[in-house]
């Protein structure tokens, strides 16, 4: 099966109520307008390959904003955040948002109480460029394992926006599957997350696909937790004809089984969200820039 963001991102990374409106706390640092975006981690290998060639392809297909999921050294896919924000303003594209994970092992000291300068300076880089959102995209197996230490995790989550909120952003978190599965008690662990994390600090970015893997639904989520969704990953799944421990892999938007329109435009009309941002990760036998054309053209085709 074609590797999915979680594999990636486990090798990587060792490397309120319906109806809110803009005037409620939880929006009180809301992004500017409504944005269709698309998640670089789509492209990975042709932006390992040649990042210039494919960014330039995907302006030609009208995207206009990315999300990074590449930040190493301070680097973003090779280039330093004022070479890499020139290459973007040279071709019409913005990056409001970006995919760094939060290792509590190298982020953040336990006896200062604070920071360490490797987190410090990706918050820095993101404001630098003009982030809206600085996002963790994954929590390490062994503090999930343990309530206090995923508690500890979230409290760190708290101070981590209140460090980008100095800078006008917020932190942010996006879900794989396993904060639906894995539960401590009768709470999962999402609804941990989403209960002990200041929404004024920590936005939730929800995938609209990862979950299935975890036994949950698009469209229960964003029920459950109106107003919580400043961003979404737009995804859809069907069943991966591979197998393997992961049953459903991503495809072509409006081709799979997650309702893809019903749950975003719940979200745009009444759920307060405004970053809609593109990701596949499997492309059945077509190549990634052909599924980011064609999923560009779907959502402007459903009015985004």
């Known amino acids: 099966m074609t590797t999915s963001r979680r594999d990636f991102l486990k090798k990587s990374a060792l490397a309120i109520a319906a109806g809110s409106t803009l005037s409620s706390p939880l929006f009180s640092f809301a992004p500017k307008k409504k944005l269709l975006g698309l998640q670089l981690y789509c492209v990975r290998d042709d932006m390992k390959k040649d990042p210039l060639s494919t960014l330039k392809e995907l302006a030609k ?4 904003y990315v999300e990074h999921a590449n930040y190493i050294d301070r680097k973003f896919y ?23 994970v939060l290792n509590m092992a ?8 604070d920071f360490t300068d490797s987190w410090k300076y990706t918050v820095e880089d993101a404001a630098f460029m003009g982030q809206e959102f600085v996002i963790s995209p994954s929590m390490d197996s062994k503090v999930r394992q343990s309530k206090d230490a995923l508690m500890e995790i979230l409290e760190v989550f708290n101070k981590s926006g209140e460090l980008c909120k ?30 002990n994390t200041d929404p004024n600090l920590v936005i939730q970015q929800l995938d609209t696909g990862n979950l299935y893997n975890g036994g949950a639904k698009a469209i229960d989520i964003v029920k459950k937790f ?12 069907i069943l991966s004809p591979e197998g393997g421990h992961e049953k459903y ?18 979200c745009r009309d009444s759920g307060g969200t405004l970053h809609f941002i593109i990701e596949q990760e499997a492309y059945q036998g077509k190549s990634p820039l052909e599924c980011m054309k064609e999923d560009y053209a779907v959502m402007k085709k459903w009015g985004y």
Do not use: A, C
């Open 78 to 100: 090779g280039w330093t955040p004022q070479e890499f924000k020139k290459v973007l303003k040279d071709l019409g594209m913005n990056m409001p948002s970006g995919h760094t």
């Open 106 to 113: 190298k982020h953040w000291d336990p006896e200062k109480k």
């Open 249 to 266: 892999e991503s495809t072509i938007l409006g081709k799979g089984i997650v309702g893809v329109k019903e749950v975003i435009d719940i």
């Open 166 to 195: 100095k800078s006008g952003m917020k932190f942010g978190y996006h879900n794989h599957d396993f904060e639906f599965s894995e539960k401590h008690g009768d709470e999962t662990l999402y609804d941990i997350i989403l209960n």
């Open 226 to 237: 109106p107003g919580r969704f400043v961003s979404l990953h737009v995804k859809d799944e």
């Open 61 to 64: 297909y009208g995207y206009q």
